[in-house]
T-cell receptor
Framework: ETGVTQSPTHLIKTRGQQVTLRCSSQ?????VSWYQQALGQGPQFIFQ???????GRGNFPPRFSGLQFPNYSSELNVNALELDDSALYLC???????????FGPGTRLTVL | AQRVTQPEKLLSVFKGAPVELKCNYS??????LFWYVQYSRQRLQLLLR??SRESIKGFTADLNKGETSFHLKKPFAQEEDSAMYYC????????????FGPGTRLSVLP
């Protein structure tokens, strides 16, 4: 059984650019959630995908979008990057919504 | 709106002393509460959830609906307990998944 993996580990972008972050869920998990964790804060829920459909969304603007693929892997896309988007982005997978979530190591995004 | 608060950013205790990490929440439904822990250079992982009523690594937490609290306790702290602790609430009915608190850094001194 493999755990949740995320890529890339870290990246640097400039304001206005677009970024795609990737997540492979733990084997057998059909639900993926994305979180943004700013420095010194707890993770903030961005959205969740269940069977390729968005299944809940936090207070993030539409320029944050996502996808889930038939193999349950997922992408987080952020358009028109802003300086405040600099954060650690965490992906978590679970068997069903609300169940124990297994977190990946995160992708550190720096926007200059 | 659902909210989780952890009043202490940093809590320092000596090895062998009791420890209590505070967590309060606001939620109008029946919440599911969790404690997650992040040890140095490791990923976030589940420590315990209230519905399982387990004791993990000597930690326990009781859901008090009257006080809307879910404090984490351990009678005798160990140095390996030093980590970042996050309280979280599952708010599925409101189209939102987990709501995390800001976290408390526990430092257990020798």
């Amino acid at each position: 059984e493999t755990g949740v993996t995320q890529s890339p580990t870290h990246l640097i972008k400039t304001r206005g650019q677009q970024v795609t972050l990737r997540c492979s869920s733990q084997s057998g998990h059909n639900t993926v959630s994305w979180y943004q964790q700013a420095l010194g804060q707890g993770p903030q829920f961005i959205f969740q995908y269940y069977r390729e459909e968005e299944n809940g969304r936090g207070n993030f603007p539409p320029r944050f979008s996502g996808l889930q693929f038939p193999n349950y892997s997922s992408e987080l896309n952020v358009n028109a990057l802003e300086l405040d988007d600099s954060a650690l982005y965490l992906c978590a997978s679970s068997l069903v919504e609300g169940n124990e979530q297994f977190f990946g190591p995160g992708t550190r995004l720096t926007v200059l | 709106a659902q909210r989780v608060t952890q009043p202490e950013k940093l809590l320092s205790v000596f090895k062998g002393a009791p420890v209590e990490l505070k967590c309060n929440y606001s939620y109008s439904g029946s919440p599911e509460l969790f404690w997650y822990v992040q040890y140095s250079r490791q990923r976030l992982q589940l420590l315990l959830r209230h519905i399982s009523r387990e004791s993990i690594k000597g930690f326990t937490a009781d859901l008090n609906k009257g006080e809307t609290s879910f404090h984490l306790k351990k009678p005798f702290a160990q140095e390996e307990d030093s980590a970042m602790y996050y309280c979280a609430l599952s708010a599925i009915n409101y189209g939102q998944n987990f709501v995390f608190g800001p976290g408390t850094r526990l430092s257990v001194l020798p």
